[in-house]
């Protein structure tokens, strides 16, 4: 079983920054693919950024310029720095991850996982 547990979340006035991070923990083979969505209520989960294992990475239009996605492999760890911050940035951020987990001795099997959600309010 692999469970991931967000941090970071919380109230920030605009122009504000916040970093989100999202461990994973448990039988752990391989990691490929990292990444955050958001949602904010009535409205489609929607990518904010992405990394694959080698560290390419793709973001949303909103998030170009302003957000940066980064992992440490050794930590199984995926970070989200937020920066110049605005009102539409508002949401619950959920981290994801696809990971080859361990079921059995010798025996992997692909599974996406999700964190809990963490909100993130901006607003003065």
């Known amino acids: 079983q692999v469970q991931l547990v967000e941090s970071g979340g919380g109230l920030v006035q605009p122009g504000g920054s916040l970093r989100l991070s999202c461990a994973a923990s448990g039988s752990i083979f391989s990691i490929y693919a990292m990444g955050w969505l958001r949602q904010v209520p009535g409205k489609q989960r929607e990518l904010v950024a992405a990394?694959?294992?080698?560290?390419?990475?793709v973001y949303a239009d909103s998030a170009k310029g302003r957000l940066t996605i980064s992992r440490d492999n050794a930590k199984n760890t995926v970070y989200l720095q937020m920066n110049n911050l605005k009102p539409e940035d508002t949401a619950v951020y959920y981290c994801?991850?696809?990971?080859?987990?361990?079921?059995?001795?010798?025996?992997?099997?692909?599974?996406?996982?999700w964190g809990q959600g963490t909100l993130v309010t901006v607003s003065s």
């Open positions: 990394i694959t294992r080698n560290g390419s990475v």
């Open positions: 994801n991850m696809k990971v080859e987990a361990i079921v059995a001795p010798l025996t992997y099997r692909y599974r996406e996982v």
